[in-house]
């Protein structure tokens, strides 16, 4: 990516998730990301780099579900390289703030931020309710729709952050447009398998 960033984790107002808890009895959950990327906030190295951490931490327990209930090996495949990529991008991260001299600190994040962490992880805990195919293809497309406004997000970052932090940008979003795109390739090899949730309520 929740997204590399609570997602990294983590992305960054978007369709409903889609996935639910079957008869088990879950919750709906509003949508992990938003919030981050559509208000006027203003961009910090400071207020990147501890987003851009948070995210990268949720997305590897993203990729260890998905290779924990994954039922297809495509799901647990897409986990692994989820896990992979998101601990590198974690290291390219701390490797940016010897840079910049700044540590990721959770008092540069906005109400917004921590608002969207708290979803994601809430987010998480409904995805764990599912299981085979349709696990499969709700985790795929929240990863997409994740790493999609994710991907928007670092955009508009760019425009504010310091000449290291846009570095760190253009080498990360290739990454998450990779992880996007295999994530709507792996929805669709589950689509015909998987019963359709229903939407989440915002």
Known sequence: M?????????????????????????????????????????????????????????????????????????????????VTDHTRSDQDVLAAVTKVGIKPNDSELSANDKEMMRIDKKKLEQLRRLSGSEFGMAFAQEMSRDHDH??????????????????????????????????DKAARSDRNQARTPKPLKR
């Open 2 to 82: 929740k997204t590399i960033i609570s997602g990294l984790f983590f992305a960054l107002a978007l369709c409903p998730a889609l996935a639910h808890a079957g008869d088990k009895g879950a919750t709906s959950a509003p949508r992990a990301r938003g919030p981050a990327g559509t208000n006027d906030e203003k961009w910090t190295d400071a207020r990147l780099i501890t987003l851009l951490h948070h995210v990268n931490q949720e997305e590897i327990a993203a990729g260890k579900l998905a290779q924990e209930k994954g039922s297809s090996q495509e799901i647990k495949d897409y986990g692994r390289k989820l």
């Open 150 to 183: 994710m991907i928007s997000m670092l955009r508009d970052a760019k425009k504010q952050v310091s000449a290291p932090m846009r570095e760190l940008i253009d080498s990360t979003i290739p990454v998450l447009q990779e992880h996007k795109d295999l994530a």
